[in-house]
């Protein structure tokens, strides 16, 4: 999915994007460089203790309530994915 950035360096997150990770107006987003030439946009108040890194999950939190959390977040975003494949 292509997006482009306008004049003032903004561009527009697609709705289903916004909607997949419940960013709202005004939610805070967090800015990693990636590799190469990436770039990673999170949600800051739900950054997860357990990250998908070259296809292994990677913990880098402190609290094993984050595991659980993490995990169960990771394995939603994994149905969304699925289930989008299976629509019509």
Do not use: W
């Amino acid at each position: 999915m292509n997006v482009f950035v306008d004049k003032f360096g903004r561009i527009v997150i697609p709705k289903q994007i916004r909607d997949d990770f419940d960013i709202q107006p005004g939610t805070e987003l967090h800015i990693i460089e990636g590799d190469g030439h990436k770039i990673v946009l999170e949600p800051a108040s739900q950054q997860p203790c357990l990250m998908v890194r070259e296809g292994l999950l990677v913990y880098n939190g402190t609290a094993a309530e984050d595991i659980e959390k993490s995990l169960k977040a990771n394995r939603e975003e994994r149905i969304k994915k699925i289930a989008r494949g299976f629509k019509a």
